[in-house]
């Protein structure tokens, strides 16, 4: 197998430069995630499997025509992201899918995500995360002081530690956006939900998504950078976002 990878990405190094910096293939990954998220949502004995078939797919051509620094954090990104689902999905018990189960399409899709927020950041201005956290502020205190999103002091905690330890801040604040949209799909088409009230520490959300559900990716993403780097670096050095394509 090893080998048979080897001459794959031998044989597709003249793609890697167009898979890394191409905006056809930015959208090629979108069309993958929101289209793999309404195949499941058809609710049909296949739909789940083509799913699965299709986030795989892509997953694998980003390993096999994907640079070097990216195969790393897309192995990276797919054993947290599996850890990541299991733990808030079935043992801390936020949300559930609509087989209750962890379809296969979800671990590889966050990787296939990965890829794109990292692409989609090119373009992103560097005014976004700074009027994002403004704007979630006012949102995050009302909903703790009201008492119908207790949940929102926590997350959006989380999501202002991932802008301080990224050194690209664009890339969270872009995985935060692209995650909200991904989540307002998946519940409304009934792919996954998410429950009301967290079973450990009684924490409310009103809104289907939680608004927050885009911290979720900003924590992978700091997480991908935390492990990617080499392990010689300094611990806080390691808390840095790694480096984006080129435009």
């Known amino acids: 197998m090893r080998v048979l990878l080897s001459r794959l990405r031998i044989a597709a190094e003249p793609l890697t430069g167009w898979v890394e910096t191409s905006n056809a293939m930015t959208v ?3 069309i993958t995630i929101f289209g793999g998220i309404s195949v499941d ?11 699965d078939l299709w986030a795989w797919g892509a997953y694998l051509f980003l390993l096999i025509c994907g640079t070097s620094r990216e195969r790393k954090e897309l192995f990276i990104c797919l054993a947290i ?49 700074g009027a994002l956290a403004v704007a979630l502020a006012p949102l995050a205190v ?26 690209e801040r664009r890339f969270p604040a872009t995985m935060f956006a692209l995650a909200l949209l ?9 792919s996954w939900q998410y429950f009301s009230r967290e079973p450990w520490f009684g924490l409310t959300t009103l809104t289907r998504p939680p608004l927050w559900a885009g911290t979720y990716y900003c924590a992978l993403d700091i997480l991908v950078a935390y492990v990617s780097v080499a392990r010689a670096a300094p611990a806080w050095r390691r808390l840095i976002q790694v480096p984006l394509p080129p435009a």
Do not use: K
Not at 88 to 116: D, K, M, Q, S
Not at 156 to 165: E, H, K, Q, T
């Open 142 to 167: 009302a909903g703790f002081a009201f008492g119908y999103d207790t949940q929102a002091s926590l997350w959006f905690g989380v999501f202002l530690l991932c802008l301080l330890a990224a050194r």
């Open 182 to 190: 991904i989540e307002t799909l998946g519940t409304s088409t009934g």
């Open 28 to 30: 090629a990954l979108l």
């Open 81 to 129: 992201a599996t850890l990541g689902e299991t733990f808030l999905g079935f043992v801390w018990g936020l949300y559930e899918y609509r087989l209750h189960n962890l379809p296969l399409f979800i671990p590889a899709g966050h990787g296939v995500v990965f890829a794109a927020g990292r692409r989609i950041t090119r373009n992103v201005p560097g005014w976004l995360p």
């Open 41 to 51: 949502a058809l609710a049909r004995p296949w739909s789940q499997a083509a799913a």
